[in-house]
């Protein structure tokens, strides 16, 4: 198969791009990616020059870039993960959010229609139901659960996941949808609360925990969402939607006291800060589908992979410390400028 990856130089699709070669040798992997903010081409450096990886910088609402990419590696299916992901950015500029991950899922979908319905995946988030009150444990997002958004963000996702459903009845494009919980593990941009709470620590920085950290999020390691859109891809109904998530709720100032506990670091650092706008209170998945349907279980517990995580940022400061300084973002002039 020729897979296009969107946004595959962001957290979560590059971690995407490398399950998928190692589980998939024989597939060809096209990553997309305009490298916004966000995007870091060195995340992807060692695969560069695999034979059967390509790496595309462009935006997904350049109709006429993806139609040509299309044209050029007439692929089998698009897996897309290229979204302004960052909901306190969606708060501060919400018309990018609208255009990158409404537009762009619809250039994406309308070069699938016109190049021989191509198999299409949307990579959403459980953001979509809004969110769940703290004092009632026993619910949970189904996929029944109505779509209920509260930020910019989580609306353009859920805007995105409509018209998803709509090229399905509508031209019956072969679509799938994944909505999953949090997730964290290495290439998590350090402006996200794990990450960026790793870093503080480290840099002996304040950790700002946004009002007094009790909103729950339901956290999984990236590894097992991969697996999951794997599955899905594979095996997945035409036209389902599937919660991914593990069952691994923790209030966000549990995660950050764990986190000074992991690096030895004085919890006098957390500092409490002025609240998000409209901030979700919990999120918590039911995955009953994507285990029954298709067998997928997370396989990482937290606290295995959280310490994973911490030894990765340990291990890898010089790619999150050019994020902090800004450096990264001259390393495809480095790359390309030349060439
Ligand atoms: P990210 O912000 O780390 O990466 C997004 C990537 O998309 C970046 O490489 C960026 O350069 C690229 N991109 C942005 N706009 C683009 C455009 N117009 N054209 C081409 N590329 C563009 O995001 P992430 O955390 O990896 O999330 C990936 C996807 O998963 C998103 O769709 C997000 O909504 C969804 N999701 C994320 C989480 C999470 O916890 N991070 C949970 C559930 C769902
Ligand atoms: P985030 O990583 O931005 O993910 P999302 O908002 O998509 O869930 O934030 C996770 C939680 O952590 C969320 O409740 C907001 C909170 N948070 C802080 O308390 N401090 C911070 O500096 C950040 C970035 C987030």
Redesign the pocket.
């Known amino acids: 198969m020729t897979i296009i990856v969107?946004?595959?130089?962001?957290?979560?699709?590059s971690n995407f791009i490398f399950h998928m070669l190692a589980e998939h040798p024989e597939d060809r992997i096209i990553c997309?990616?305009?490298?916004?903010y966000?995007?870091?081409l060195s995340t992807l450096k060692d695969i560069m020059d695999k034979p059967n990886f390509r790496f595309v910088k462009?935006?997904?609402?350049d109709r006429e870039g993806v139609y040509q990419l299309f044209e050029e590696e007439k692929p089998d299916a698009v897996v897309?993960?290229?979204?302004?992901?960052?909901v306190d950015r969606s708060i501060e500029n919400p018309s990018i959010f609208l255009?990158?991950?409404i537009i762009?899922t619809s250039v994406l979908m309308d070069a699938c229609r016109a190049f021989g319905n191509v198999r299409y995946h949307q990579?959403?988030?459980?953001e979509v139901y809004g969110d769940l009150p703290l004092d009632r444990p026993d619910l949970f997002f189904t996929e029944e659960t109505p779509i209920h958004t509260s930020s910019p963000y989580s609306s353009s996702?859920a805007g995105a996941d409509l018209l998803v459903l709509a090229y399905l009845r509508t031209y019956g494009l072969p679509v799938t949808i994944s909505r999953?919980?949090?997730?964290y593990g290495p290439y998590?941009?350090p402006e996200?609360l794990i990450p960026l709470m790793i870093a503080n620590c480290l840099n002996d920085k304040p950790l700002p925990v946004y009002g007094e950290g009790k909103n729950v999020r339901d956290w999984l390691y990236v590894e097992d969402h991969c697996k999951a859109i794997d599955l899905i891809l594979h095996k997945g109904r035409i036209g389902e939607v599937y919660n991914v998530g593990g069952h691994n709720e923790m209030a966000n100032i549990d995660i950050v006291k764990l986190i000074c506990h992991e690096l030895h670091k004085p919890e006098s650092l957390i500092t409490h800060v002025t609240d998000r706008k409209g901030h979700d209170m919990r999120y918590a998945i039911d995955p009953t589908k994507i285990h029954s349907e298709l067998g997928w279980l997370p396989e990482t517990k937290f606290e295995d992979g959280i310490k994973k995580t911490i030894r990765w940022y340990l291990d890898n400061k010089p790619w999150w410390e050019e994020i902090i300084s800004g450096e990264y973002q001259n390393y495809y002039e480095r790359m390309y400028g030349n060439r």
């Open positions: 969107t946004g595959g130089a962001g957290f979560i699709g997309l990616d305009k490298l916004t966000a995007g870091n462009l935006d997904i609402c897309n993960f290229a979204a302004e992901s960052h255009q990158t991950n762009g990579v959403s988030t459980d996702k999953c919980s949090n997730n998590h941009f996200k």
